[in-house]
């Protein structure tokens, strides 16, 4: 059972609603720091309806969940009002879909430049990018690095868009974190706690990918890591999840997207590019996403695909990025959005 | 590599055709019978060239598909032109998407009577509901049988509908063939080799549900067991796979609609209320299956689905229906199609 | 819940049981017939302690089965002693390990002659070999069919063996059964209900192998098919199930062999060649599975394997399959077994 | 293509093999460092027969891998003599089986003196047990942390044992290093580069974890990168994998274990605690591995299973380890190992 702190509650509170929740049944922690969110944890207690009922009555709780999940902060059984991130002047979870858009890995100023301005064209507010690219083997190419990042910088802020780009390590969050406007936390990230715990403690918006093998629930834990850390501003994506079908690189998960929005108040977006892993799939799945409520898409455009260092199979040309950005214009009127 | 025999080959052609393969490479067989689709297997030949061109080059020969993959019939490569399959006053793969609903399983006449009108006020041409159960326990309700055959064929005569309905086993195919307009292949006989010869052997249309576990390629080489034994009726069914994430009663593969879309010419229609298994996330499976070009979607529709019989909880309400309904008929001419 | 019949209640006890259990809760359904095993249905009870005590007292009643579980008949809570199944001189389930092999497919007289004494040779009482064979493909050879029974039932009297292989539809049954002494029912017919219920009625020996996809609990709901028809010998074979993992065909399941010896009293062997689908994977594949408790082993064993009509790059050559028998004869002592 | 350079190769030398392969393919890029192992990977290079016998031939290469994988050090191909590594008394990778057990996470003193205890009456060489523990809720037990490893080492040394025990992050490193004999990397790091980086660039010996969807590509690729790095000591271990069955907590793939031992040099061994996730299938599956020819096996172990801060339910008792190790004891020899 998983107990959520008031905010306003004093110490003396806390120790109380501890001892009674030990008293009657053995073990409670709390977890937190003043000021920030708190949460205790009562061991094996989901079935105990006398204690549910003297412990939510402590002015001290502002919420008892007594299914056995592993987050609170990202419920929306515990927080209704759905949350909205504001990166630039991109809002994730209003009205407007956001797009993300740019390159795999950065390679050069001239393919960035190029991907940024068919971002633009297409309605996109943010510039993805990678400059730390986690490989599966080391012989592959890992990125341009920091100098990666600057040039992620100076080309977003010529065009006037934002910067989402990758962290692969709480030693790296701080020189991320000075350039870009959106840390991406990859999906082989998706339960390295202590870089969840370094992102947490910092202040710019986080875009937590969903892990290949991660469950729903799992992937609100990871939430909730950061969340409870004192950064509120945490974007979920579903990104394709692996399984025994190999004919596209994931399988794209597309209800995991209105399942997420029921049970969390954290925007939600797709990345239709890793979930498919081929260019020719990434329209389809954008529009399937749009379609199933997605509040924003990342998606892979390199001026030249068949050049790029990593992930070109996947990329869009420009004219693909802008036909897409037509079709889900013609759409998302009938669902009350826009792009 | 497998071998398409042209329809109008002479018998002694083929014999050469088959002569000059096995000539070249030691074993080739053949498929179909004179009047049908024939197909000629030649063992272990992928990549040898001088081969190909000189059976290509055979005027009996009508497509070499030097690829290792278990389906001819079904490709798009063979047969570019997207086929069209009418089920009464339904067009499978023409411009208007098709909607088939009705109750997971046919309980009584009054249920079916509320559900048929709640399929025909929605624009539905199909009426579905399980005459024929294939249940994981012996011990759960096995549907009505022949008997839900007749209610079923009743109700649609008086809603001027047609049926969908399961056949199981060879023996049963004449008996729902007589009263039924369109057999269904349910995903638990998608490799039940003497039922999928069976239904190619007789008339009516035929829906292929994938199974839970088939691959893409799996999934074409059963149509091609259909196609090859004359029936060129085949409507594909993406319906929910099953993966490590049990949030969910399957993964909706959404993706696998645009990809067979890619690799065959036969209608896909998509069954978001097994790939969901939760009436709350059917609608945006529906949706999302639009958006990605789905040329049907075969949904449940229960008067009570509290006191269904089976599968209530996935089942939508008459209203739930119409509001898809209505958002379909909004978003769909953003893609040229209608409801 | 799930209630098992005593096979000496008299239809007015079997009645008022179905009174009793219908007053406390609305619905039960009797499945079974008089004189085999009866099994009712009880729906939504399973918290209700009070009925399971009313019903639980009733002289007809055997069993009660609370967990939501899709069999009953399999499982070892109501039937405690294991069950031993004997397949002409073999004993499954007995402290002997039982040795079944031959080829994937039966090709010709002299393939399945020479197999079948590797098989001999090595200590096996059963030959394997598929006459009818499932193949993903139409244009795959399809076995021998009744040619191939024919050769099985000889070269098997020949050599002193039984005869084990697979029946793809219940047409298929009555030939299958009058030459074969066990019915293999194949991983992709595990939810054939129609076939499960043809083998059920009839006397012979059944194998039913686990299917790509099935959970535990499907497979034990399958064997039940079976059982609650009157046919109590059922051996159940895991062989490998379908997972992200491609470097090998399958991912053999070890663990499925203790856990189901846990949950059912029926015994259970391993199919290290389907499970690996490589040759040199299949010797500590079936250690393994000896290792884990498995009951027995089928396994594949060619002549010439590069030659086999399917399958070749699993089967065993003779000399392999000998290798593969030493060894197990020195590590089963260590487990009161022998081969 | 990926290319191993010589280590006693001259600059000179590697320029112009980099010089030669840029000639004939456009791309070609050196990883490592003097003095340590140097690969050059060349891009879309596999099939360009020439150029492989070109390269091939200069004095500097060791090795070309032709085939498209993400590891080159870690190769039998490479490397064909199996590796040893060696931790405290254990030789891992030898012909007697090492094992390591101990507690999921250190709780205190008296808890891991009494598993110590029960590890060496068993035969173990180390002592496991977590420190830091990675889990999915912020709000579950995080472990002892430094405490914790100062218990782990008192202990080992008292018994006698060698320590391994989890780093989560790079900057842990040292100061797990400077206490543990072994660093274990957990499965959900499998893919944290900078951590293998990190382990990489030390000398303690390192356990690596598969990933519970790691392909064995990937898990291999993940053992390049610290081997890349300099340190040699690595040794792999099968945790299970996640997949649709969730019976059991993973699925154990026992099959790996040989498959790895055919494409690695380096030892393989298992956790049949986690593979499982159940303390009565342990055993079968300790020894189902073992037959697979495990190197070692590292196991759970708790006074008081009931009564623990984590993973209680998959924790032996101490008299079912030493059952476990008598069962080893009498089926090694049949393999010509021992415990």
Redesign the interface.
Known sequence: M?VLIRSTASETEVCDVLARAEKLRGRA?L?GRVGGPR?V?VEGASADEEMLRSVLAHVAVEKVLARDI???LASREVHPVSTIVRVGSAEFGGPALVLAAGPCAVESRDQLRRAAEAAVASGASLLRGGAFK????????QGLGVEGLHLLRETADEFGLAVVTEV?????VPEVAALADMLQIGS??I?????LDAVGRQAKPVLLKRG??S????FL??A??IL?RGNPHVVLCERG????????RN?????????LK?LTHLPVIADPSH??GQA??VR??A???????ADGLIIEVHPDPARALSDGPQALRPAELLALAT?LR??LP??GRSL
Do not use: C, H, K
């Open positions: 998983l922690v977890f949460v944890r592993p987050y609170v986690p490989r599966t083997s080391p012989y592959s190419f692969m390590s709480p030693e790296q082989r990230s339960q390295n706690f202590p870089l290949m093998m469950t729903i629930d799992e834990g990871s909730d890591y409870s999840i692996r399984t025994f079908d190999r004919a596209v399988t794209f998960d597309v209800v995991a997207i209105p399942l029921q979930a498919t020719s799939l389809p799945a529009r399937a996403a749009a379609a199933a409520g079709e013609a759409m009938a669902f």
